[in-house]
């Protein structure tokens, strides 16, 4: 599993992340790819192949064949455009792609793109089709919407470790702090435990505050092979480990509810690919969806010990100012959550971070960021090691 | 553009394609993916990752994170698995994607496979989730469905080379005939041109037996490194290049509606990598979802000239005893068109036909083989070439 060359992130451009009901589906693809172009410095004609990550355009657009769509909306006709679907993690896979396409050989610079449009439909059709995540024959169809697996697996892990509602609601505190930093960031302000636990059940012990939101937003990146990125860019980032594990869709088939293996095994791996263990990493983007999902991906990566992420947070350690900042863009609760930009967006922060340009949300001199990017209830988990070229 | 290292086809497998009442979603990918598996000699452990091409699960059974879903099914966790998405060339793009990943040294075997299972929801809601292989919003959404998008080419072609629908019914003809001769096919009955002529208007000039069906199918296809498959296979069948090109996405936006320029421009790329001419290709599966796709695609691939498909067809040169077999398989129009399912299935035949295996649909001591799989009215166009190892 070593890949025949190495590759770097040499640009990045994202859309504000919110509801966007100024900009319809193809803007906001334009938006975010003229910005990764621009940043990147490479011309249109440069590019050579594009990968899109997107969820479930189908469901919330009417709108399939992406990859041809982005290629159109950018003016990147006649090169190769391909659409890529994990769930919440499409974004991730699009990402893990482009990187296999130009360690293949095949391209020196491609493009790599994530985009969702999620408030064109009801929210109820908008949970219709986030159900599609997870199993919907024995899931959504029986009753169990997303909020309601993430919701059992909050109680499975307050069960096994002790861990509280006010631990959980930690992480909401955090990243809405964070997103305050975050000029593209859904929700600008600051919320408070209390907030958190006044906030409504959405499913015990989950409220309100403890959910991402329905985000319009898209995000893109120029890759290209290390030896061409040396060439032309000062701000390259090279990505050290690129790994992505599955677990079973249903939730009910998993080994656990308090674990999620898939992210262990791509952590492991990822960590082995680069060399480098857990205490290296200055900072990481972890997809919490729900603010369990936090506390659960700091688990798996090693960040804290088994059992132990709901104190880790609530003492301070993935603060700003902590051992590990996490989600310092805010995350998906506080930056917002485009299901299928995200996993780009997350390697958009690393790639800021890592060349000192994320202004008041800036890590201090980080040298090893993180990506970790989740589909449905972690049936898909995706993880990316970054480190300044 | 040259890939780090070359990829062969070790295996395949599918489902019969047609209306599959009795099976689901989830039934229909496992007995694909066994074959496929089985067929090969790996064993299950010995595959490293999944590719899986399906156009527009989310809308046609609620489901999306297909890739999750292959590998669960299949008892592939916890290897990566990747759904990819473009349109009615989702089979042909998973092939490309696999190819690469393997190209890229990441692995040494992997699986891909395509799936769409069309017949859950009505004729009226498969018609809009095929409409999101166009531009919906100025074109499905204005009432140019997919028929009569085709229908559009086919007048312009009609217009300017003289074209005639009885020349369009001899495709369709021809693909009956081989269907007859392929088990998994949906439509195993011959058909004449006065039955092509009388079946009534679905968008003139194209009527119902011009026209692909509606389809449930899937297929599944093992990749391994060239190195590798001589290792272990006897049937391998290299992959002497793996193209895919785009144009815009609306049919209104193209430089003419009577040539496929995306088609044109991956088969010459194509032509190139592997060193050959159209003169040297034994075989061809075309996309010949409506007839008239099928004529300009033996135009574009340079089976004959520019113009002349129509006739070319009525002379009986695409027949299987003629110059140049085109669908040995019953095509698209014979075999049926599960879309997702479609490029993995062209593949396949490929493979069968260069081993000899094709029984009584099998072309004359094949050299090389060309499949050629197209989305929408030809946004994407995927083209590979096979050539025995």
């Not at 982005?70 to 769930?87: F, K, V």
């Not at 024995?138 to 002790?162: D, V």
Request: proline share 3%; aromatic share 6%; hydrophobic share 40%.
């Amino acid at each position: 599993m070593v890949f025949m060359r190495s590759v770097s992130i040499i640009g990045g451009g994202l859309t504000p992340f919110g509801e966007h009901w100024d900009k319809n589906f193809k803007e906001l693809i334009a938006e975010a790819g003229v910005n990764a172009i621009k940043d990147s410095g490479v011309e249109r004609k440069d590019i050579e192949a594009v990968y899109g990550g997107c969820m479930a355009s189908g469901r919330f657009v009417g709108q399939e064949h992406i990859g041809a769509l982005i290629a159109d909306q950018l003016g990147l006709n006649p090169i190769p455009s391909t659409r890529l679907e994990a769930a919440c993690a499409s974004g991730g896979v699009a990402l893990r792609t482009g990187i296999l396409a130009v360690a293949s050989g095949a391209y020196d610079i491609v493009a790599v793109g994530g985009i969702e449009k999620m408030t064109e439909v009801s929210t109820e059709d908008a949970g219709f089709a986030l159900g599609g995540a997870g199993d919907q024959e024995t899931e959504l169809f029986m009753g169990a919407s997303f909020p309601a697996l993430y919701a059992m697996m909050a109680r499975a892990h307050m069960e096994k470790y002790g861990t509280t509602e006010e631990q959980l609601a930690e992480v909401a505190v955090k990243n809405h702090k964070n997103a305050v930093n975050n000029p593209n960031a859904q929700f600008r302000r600051e919320i408070t435990v209390d907030d958190v636990m006044n906030s409504g059940y959405i499913t015990s012990p989950l409220k309100l505050l403890d959910c991402s939101p329905i985000t319009d937003g898209a995000a893109a990146i120029i890759l290209a092979s290390t030896e061409k990125a040396k060439e032309i860019s000062d701000t390259a980032v090279e990505i050290l480990a690129s790994t992505q594990a599955s677990d079973t869709l249903a939730l009910a088939q998993r080994r656990t509810l308090y674990e999620t293996d898939a992210a262990k095994i791509a952590g492991d791996q990822a960590y082995k690919k680069a060399g480098i263990t857990p205490k290296d990493i200055s900072f990481a983007e972890v997809h919490d969806c729900f603010t369990i999902a936090e506390i659960m991906a700091i688990e798996s990566l090693g960040f804290c010990k088994k059992g132990e992420g709901g104190k880790f947070t609530a003492d301070g350690n993935t603060q700003m100012s902590g051992e590990i900042p996490i989600n310092p863009s805010g995350g998906l609760k506080g930056k917002g959550h485009p299901v299928g930009a995200t996993g780009v967006a997350q390697a958009i922060e690393a790639y800021l971070q890592l060349n000192g340009k994320a202004e008041k949300r800036q890590v201090k001199n980080p040298e090893y960021g993180l990506t970790h990017n989740v589909g449905g209830s972690g049936a898909t988990a995706v993880v990316h090691i970054y480190k300044k070229l």
